[in-house]
């Protein structure tokens, strides 16, 4: 059997548990439909892939202060060096494999503050050395948004016009890339890769309530808001603490969630606002962590997008805390569009509002949610399916042959 060279690729390992999920779907689908291929990653935490996941992974950046503001003339010199060293670094890194994946994130996207030499000039020289050296990159279900920033919006332009395969998490994503003149006639939408992971059985129904679960982030606005970073950070903390405050008076418990590792600042700045033992934290360390919180909530109200998939994937009632177009639109698309509300403009009375209304409808959104997520599932069977067909098509038809009668 012909072995096949398979790589990831991305800021995965870096303590964003929705990037870390996306990688699991995939390793999943190639570990059960091409278990020959030899897998490895370049990637922004390599030490923690290859302790959780098992495969080899590589660095994604030489030089190790890459995300770190950098003032000093020496820091600033690293990191002029370190873009010309991971040009080199990158392209040898393809050259080996047959197939690179990207698995989903929002690599196309700048809805978080983000800076063109940083995450998409590494994913431009991927797609780049892809094409100059016949390696097949796959962009699979990733989330893109439209991009002010001029530089930006090149590289990213540029990064999927030369990806042999892409796939969007949502239309949204999809019109996004067409806007900035990416030809998408070919191009399909999938639920994200998150969908795909297994799910926690779910809680006693003989069982005490569940808490509420409210998942927190550590939100600054978007990469046109720097200017009022500081001002929306501030009201989305005020806004969130006032209405923990609320459920507590309630006598609720309250879970606080987290998906990434800076988020951590928020919960210990809401809990010495409420200062209740009716509030506690979760330590999650996966996506499968995150889900085993929601499985048990009553009810999820939460900011970051994949604290959202994995509240909807467990099927439990939630409400978006919503800080971009792609948290609407997968509550849209799993039933749940009304129950959504601004991030930069947290309302906690309104919230509220909206909370109290959500829990009055739970047996329905309930029952709702376990049909959307039926098809959710059979559109990921799609596709794993297409994506086969479209990078190991020696073993697509190896497996057609075996299918014929």
């Known amino acids: 059997m012909t072995l096949l060279r398979v790589g990831v690729f991305g800021l995965l390992g870096s303590g964003n548990l929705g990037n870390d999920g996306s990688l699991e779907a995939v390793l999943g689908y190639l570990r059960a439909e091409h278990p020959e291929a030899v897998v490895d990653a370049l990637c922004g935490g390599p030490e923690v892939v290859a302790a959780r996941y098992?495969?080899?992974?590589?660095?994604?950046?030489?030089?190790?202060?890459?995300?770190?503001t950098a003032s000093r003339a020496g820091a600033i010199a690293a990191k002029g060096l370190g873009k010309l060293v991971d040009a080199v670094r990158t392209a040898a890194w393809v050259r080996r494999h047959d197939v690179v994946i990207v698995p989903g994130m929002g690599v196309l996207e700048a809805?978080?503050?983000?800076?063109?030499?940083?995450?998409?000039?590494?994913?431009?020289?991927?797609?780049?050395?892809?094409?100059?050296s016949g390696t097949r990159v796959a962009l699979v279900g990733?989330?893109?948004?439209?991009?002010?920033?001029?530089?930006?919006?090149?590289?990213?332009?540029?990064?999927?016009?030369?990806?042999?395969?892409?796939?969007?998490?949502?239309?949204?994503?999809?019109?996004?890339?067409?806007?900035?003149?990416?030809?998408?006639?070919?191009?399909?939408?999938?639920?994200?890769?998150?969908?795909?992971?297994?799910v926690p059985p779910p809680p006693d129904p003989s069982g005490p309530p569940g808490p509420v679960c409210v998942g927190v982030m550590d939100f600054h606005g978007g990469n046109d808001d720097r200017a009022r970073a500081?001002?929306?950070?501030?009201?989305?903390?005020?806004?969130?603490?006032?209405?923990?405050?609320?459920?507590?008076?309630?006598?609720?418990?309250?879970?606080?969630?987290?998906?990434?590792?800076?988020?951590?600042?928020?919960v210990d700045a809401i809990r010495e606002a409420v200062d209740s033992p009716l509030v506690t934290a979760a330590e999650t360390a996966s996506l499968a962590d995150l889900m085993k919180e929601t499985a048990a909530a009553d009810t999820v109200v939460a900011t970051r997008y994949h604290n959202l998939i994995c509240a909807l994937k467990t099927g439990t009632p939630t409400l978006a805390v919503s800080y971009a177009a792609k948290s609407e639109a997968l509550m849209a698309r799993m039933g749940l569009g009304t129950y959504c509300h601004p991030a930069r403009e947290v309302d906690a009375d309104r919230l509220l509002e909206q909370f109290r209304e959500l829990e009055k409808r739970s047996a329905q959104l309930r029952k709702t949610l376990a049909e959307r997520n039926q098809v959710a599932t059979r559109r990921l069977e799609d596709q794993f399916t297409a994506l086969t067909a479209a990078l190991f098509p020696a073993a697509d038809h190896a497996h057609a042959l075996r299918e014929t009668p």
């Not at 003149?181 to 070919?186: A, L, P």
């Not at 903390?237 to 990434?260: E, N, S």
């Open 54 to 68: 098992g495969i080899p992974a590589t660095r994604l950046h030489w030089n190790r202060g890459e995300y770190r």
């Open 111 to 132: 809805t978080l503050p983000l800076r063109p030499w940083g995450f998409p000039y590494s994913l431009f020289l991927l797609c780049a050395s892809g094409r100059l």
């Open 142 to 198: 990733v989330g893109a948004a439209p991009i002010g920033n001029r530089p930006t919006r090149a590289l990213v332009r540029w990064s999927a016009r030369l990806a042999t395969y892409r796939s969007y998490r949502d239309a949204l994503s999809r019109d996004a890339m067409r806007e900035m003149g990416v030809d998408t006639t070919r191009d399909e939408v999938y639920p994200d890769l998150a969908f795909a992971l297994p």
């Open 230 to 266: 500081e001002e929306i950070h501030r009201r989305y903390l005020d806004g969130t603490t006032r209405f923990v405050r609320a459920l507590v008076k309630d006598g609720r418990p309250v879970r606080l969630l987290t998906g990434d590792a800076c988020d951590a600042s928020v």
